[in-house]
């Protein structure tokens, strides 16, 4: 597959996953810009803690591993989104550093609707035959990288998103997709 192939899947997948939560939670997502690029390790969320919701694809029974890593104050603020809380409430929470039982439910739930979205983006874009599945979601320390089935060294393929949500700044979000998988 060629790298404006990879970059087609990359884009349809975030586009797919912001207009998923946009709808479920009621908040604009935006995705302003995106970039791709190819690394053989995986990279960390830069500055803030963030939480990456694990995805695991299945073809021909292979099993195929990457993620979606969003910035904390985000996954906040889409989990209250979720949970209908008032934009106030929402403000109030969105920049602390731990979240309450309710708060890591929704976010849960956040990373089905996650997978639905990325499984409609390959389905549309002619890949059948595979299942998507999530495989939980954790929060990862400022300048570390995500925890992820992967063998170092390894080609993979990462989306760099500039993501504005509502009235909130916009935040990085990084996609983090084994290149075999866009080559499956």
């Known amino acids: 597959m060629t790298a404006t192939n990879q970059a087609q899947y990359v884009e349809e997948i975030l586009q797919r996953v912001a207009g998923d939560l946009s709808m479920i939670t009621d908040r604009d997502l935006v995705i302003e810009s ?5 690394r053989k390790e995986r990279p960390a969320g830069e500055g803030k803690i963030h939480v990456s919701f694990r995805i695991a694809f299945e073809i021909d029974e292979q099993v195929h591993h990457g993620c979606l890593l969003i910035p904390l104050p985000h996954a906040i603020a ?4 979720l949970m209908m809380m008032p934009t106030e409430a929402i403000e109030e929470v969105r920049h602390l550093d731990t979240v309450d039982a309710t708060t890591r439910e929704a976010m849960v739930e956040l990373g089905t609707f996650i997978c639905g979205a990325a499984d409609a983006a390959f389905r549309v874009l002619g890949n059948e035959g595979f299942q998507v599945h999530f495989e939980g979601c954790q929060g990862v320390r400022a300048d570390v990288r995500p925890a992820l089935v992967y063998q170092e060294g390894l080609p993979l393929v990462v989306g760099r998103a500039t993501v504005r949500m509502a009235d909130f700044d916009a935040e990085q979000t990084l996609l983090i997709l084994p290149e075999a998988l866009l080559s499956a």
């Open 34 to 38: 995106v970039e791709m690029e190819k």
């Open 78 to 81: 889409l989990a209250g989104g």
